[in-house]
Nanobody
C-alpha cells in the first residue's frame, strides 16, 4: 500500500511558476515508477511526467517539455514537479501516482490531487 499526498497547487498568472510536491509513504517496492498526471474539466486525464525510480528515465508530455521538471528527494520520500512558464492550458487538477511497474505502464496508487489554475 502506498499513500500519496500532493501539495503546492494554487492560482497563478500566465508566465508564473509553481512547484508541486507529493509526499509518499508505504512500501518502496510499490514505487518503482512515479509520475504526475493532470485532468482538466471535460478532458481525459493525461500523463504530464513520469520517472523510473531506479532507471532514472524521465518522460514528459510534449506540451510541457522544457517548462516542467520532475524530480525526487529520496531522503524525504517526496516527488516534485517544478512548473515554469505556466500557460492557461496548464489549468487542471494535478495528481501524483505511483506504479509497481518500473516501465511506468500502469499506475496503481493515486493521490487526491491539487488544483492548478493559470489565468491569462
Amino acid at each position: 500500500q502506498v499513500d500519496l499526498m500532493e501539495s503546492g497547487g494554487g492560482s497563478v498568472q500566465a508566465g508564473g511558476s509553481l512547484r508541486l510536491s507529493c509526499a509518499a509513504s508505504g512500501a518502496s517496492y510499490s514505487r518503482s515508477c512515479m509520475g504526475w498526471f493532470r485532468q482538466a474539466p471535460g478532458k481525459e486525464r493525461e500523463a504530464v511526467a513520469t520517472m523510473g525510480i531506479r532507471s532514472g528515465i524521465i518522460v514528459y508530455t510534449g506540451s510541457v517539455e522544457g517548462r516542467f521538471t520532475i524530480s525526487q528527494d529520496n531522503a524525504k520520500n517526496t516527488l516534485y514537479l517544478q512548473m515554469n512558464s505556466l500557460k492557461p492550458e496548464d489549468t487542471a487538477m494535478y495528481y501524483c501516482a505511483a506504479s509497481e511497474d518500473s516501465l511506468c505502464r500502469s499506475f496503481t496508487y493515486w493521490g487526491q490531487g491539487t488544483q492548478v489554475t493559470v489565468s491569462s
